[in-house]
């Protein structure tokens, strides 16, 4: 098995490109994680970004000259300086940019370079990680979703901004996700093992809907991106990607293939089709465990009486799995209030999974729609890892870790 993306590895090299937004001041928190992490950080700054941070900032930081500008001075030194600064950059395996701004984007995905960072990106070779971040206004603006896609196109990483209040007022998506969930998928980038390679993973994510009426619905608290992140994990190290997702609000990985579906007998028809391709399953959906067993036709009117629904069993998509998996790994998620170990052991032997993922959900920054999460993996062999934790992206890496230790060991 191929190393995981956390440290450990000779001569990484990163560029951190920082474009000029608010959250400039950002990027420092993100150079310190990379560089705890053994990574070699080269800063490059635009004009516009310098107005928002100084230089000095990010030389004191990472020990290095700031990259500034392409026709900023002359003479000699400064021009042994610019080689030395072009050999870093040609030496990096990963150019990251944070916060990525609308202008930016726009120049990677329309190929301008009038200065050191957009020149760079056109002759930058490696993997490329955005991290943007702007007004909701602009994230939003048929333009810059255009070049989104034009920028996922590449195979470049886009690290989805956070909702929130934002410097601008408003408050929706656009403000640069945190650094250190930029920093772990910059860390997979670079340590990026093709361990996946020849594999099909199958991933299910995010929630189902179950209606009651034409315009109501049973649902859960799901955002899907713990699934999402087992995804771009997978597709990172070499695994061809299907993701069967229930509604929700987030953008496609890289190179993943997204069939969408709304209801969870829709979610089973979608892994039933796909089942024969698949050689690892991954079931990170909150499937609803209950459906309306007759959703009414028309909306169901507003009275003084009390109204109750008859529920019925959803089909358990992954308990069948279980008893026709063959030689496929299968990862079911269990969701708990409380440790989750009991149950999660439970469930990967009633389940016949390979691994359950015990996932806590009543803590502060854990499970239903936070970035990090805090799991123990429970294996059949009965091992039981736990987790700290950890942005959702670095615990599917670890998912994978030892679900391929497990195969290799059997
Ligand atoms: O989407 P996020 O906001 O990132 O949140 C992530 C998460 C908390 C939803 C995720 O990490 C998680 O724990 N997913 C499983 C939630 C769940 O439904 O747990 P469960 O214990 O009810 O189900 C156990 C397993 O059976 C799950 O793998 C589930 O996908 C599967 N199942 C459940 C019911 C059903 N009808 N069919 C199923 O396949």
């Given at each position: 098995?191929?190393?995981?993306?956390?440290?450990?590895?000779?001569?990484?090299?990163?560029?951190?490109?920082?474009?000029g937004g608010i959250a400039a001041y950002k990027a420092a928190e993100?150079?310190?994680?990379?560089?705890?992490?053994?990574?070699?950080?080269?800063?490059?700054?635009?004009?516009?970004?310098?107005?928002?941070?100084?230089?000095?900032?990010?030389?004191?930081?990472?020990?290095?000259?700031?990259?500034?500008?392409?026709?900023a001075a002359s003479g000699e030194e400064t021009l042994a300086s610019?080689?030395?600064?072009?050999?870093?950059?040609?030496?990096?395996?990963?150019?990251?940019?944070?916060?990525?701004?609308?202008?930016?984007?726009?120049?990677?995905?329309?190929?301008?370079?009038?200065?050191?960072?957009?020149?760079?990106?056109?002759?930058?070779?490696?993997?490329?990680?955005?991290?943007?971040?702007?007004?909701?206004?602009?994230?939003?603006?048929?333009?810059?979703?255009?070049?989104?896609?034009?920028?996922?196109?590449?195979?470049?990483?886009?690290?989805?901004?956070?909702?929130?209040?934002?410097?601008?007022?408003?408050?929706?998506?656009?403000?640069?996700?945190?650094?250190?969930?930029?920093?772990?998928?910059?860390?997979?980038?670079?340590?990026?093992?093709?361990?996946?390679?020849?594999?099909?993973?199958?991933?299910?994510?995010?929630?189902?809907?179950?209606?009651?009426?034409?315009?109501?619905?049973?649902?859960?608290?799901?955002?899907?991106?713990?699934?999402?992140?087992?995804?771009?994990?997978?597709?990172?190290?070499?695994?061809?990607?299907?993701?069967?997702?229930?509604?929700?609000?987030?953008?496609?990985?890289?190179?993943?293939?997204?069939?969408?579906?709304?209801?969870?007998?829709?979610?089973?028809?979608?892994?039933?089709?796909?089942?024969?391709?698949?050689?690892?399953?991954?079931?990170?959906?909150?499937?609803?465990?209950?459906?309306?067993?007759?959703?009414?036709?028309?909306?169901?009117?507003?009275?003084?009486?009390?109204?109750?629904?008859?529920?019925?069993?959803?089909?358990?998509?992954?308990?069948?799995?279980?008893?026709?998996?063959?030689?496929?790994?299968?990862?079911?998620?269990?969701?708990?209030?409380?440790?989750?170990?009991?149950?999660?052991?439970?469930?990967?032997?009633?389940?016949?999974?390979?691994?359950?993922?015990?996932?806590?959900?009543?803590?502060?920054?854990?499970?239903?729609?936070?970035?990090?999460?805090?799991?123990?993996?429970?294996?059949?062999?009965?091992?039981?890892?736990?987790?700290?934790?950890?942005?959702?992206?670095?615990?599917?890496?670890?998912?994978?870790?030892?679900?391929l230790k497990l195969r290799d060991a059997s």
């Amino acid at each position: 098995m191929g190393q995981s993306g956390t440290g450990g590895f000779a001569c990484q090299n990163a560029i951190l490109g920082i474009g000029g937004g608010i959250a400039a001041y950002k990027a420092a928190e993100l150079a310190r994680a990379l560089m705890e992490r053994g990574v070699t950080v080269q800063v490059v700054m635009t004009r516009a970004a310098q107005e928002f941070v100084r230089p000095l900032t990010f030389a004191a930081l990472t020990a290095r000259k700031v990259i500034t500008d392409m026709f900023a001075a002359s003479g000699e030194e400064t021009l042994a300086s610019a080689v030395e600064h072009i050999r870093v950059a040609q030496e990096a395996q990963v150019l990251v940019v944070a916060p990525a701004t609308a202008d930016l984007l726009a120049k990677f995905a329309n190929g301008l370079a009038d200065d050191f960072l957009s020149t760079l990106y056109l002759a930058f070779t490696g993997s490329v990680v955005l991290a943007p971040a702007m007004n909701t206004n602009m994230w939003n603006h048929p333009a810059t979703r255009r070049n989104l896609e034009t920028l996922r196109g590449r195979g470049h990483t886009i690290v989805d901004p956070e909702e929130g209040a934002l410097a601008c007022g408003m408050v929706g998506p656009g403000r640069l996700a945190d650094p250190a969930r930029i920093a772990a998928v910059v860390l997979s980038a670079l340590g990026r093992p093709r361990d996946l390679e020849g594999e099909t993973v199958l991933v299910t994510a995010g929630p189902t809907e179950e209606p009651v009426d034409p315009v109501r619905f049973l649902s859960n608290r799901s955002s899907g991106k713990m699934g999402y992140a087992v995804a771009e994990a997978a597709a990172a190290r070499g695994a061809r990607v299907i993701l069967v997702s229930g509604p929700v609000h987030l953008s496609p990985p890289a190179g993943v293939s997204v069939v969408k579906v709304r209801t969870a007998e829709e979610m089973r028809a979608a892994v039933l089709q796909h089942l024969p391709e698949a050689t690892i399953i991954v079931k990170a959906a909150a499937v609803a465990d209950y459906r309306v067993k007759h959703p009414a036709a028309g909306k169901i009117k507003k009275s003084e009486e009390r109204l109750t629904l008859d529920l019925e069993p959803t089909a358990d998509i992954l308990a069948e799995l279980g008893r026709t998996k063959g030689e496929r790994l299968l990862v079911g998620f269990a969701a708990e209030t409380g440790d989750p170990l009991p149950e999660a052991r439970r469930k990967l032997a009633s389940k016949h999974c390979d691994m359950m993922v015990g996932n806590r959900v009543d803590r502060e920054g854990s499970g239903f729609g936070s970035d990090d999460n805090e799991v123990v993996l429970v294996l059949r062999t009965g091992e039981a890892v736990a987790l700290p934790r950890a942005p959702k992206r670095e615990v599917a890496d670890r998912i994978f870790d030892h679900l391929l230790k497990l195969r290799d060991a059997s």
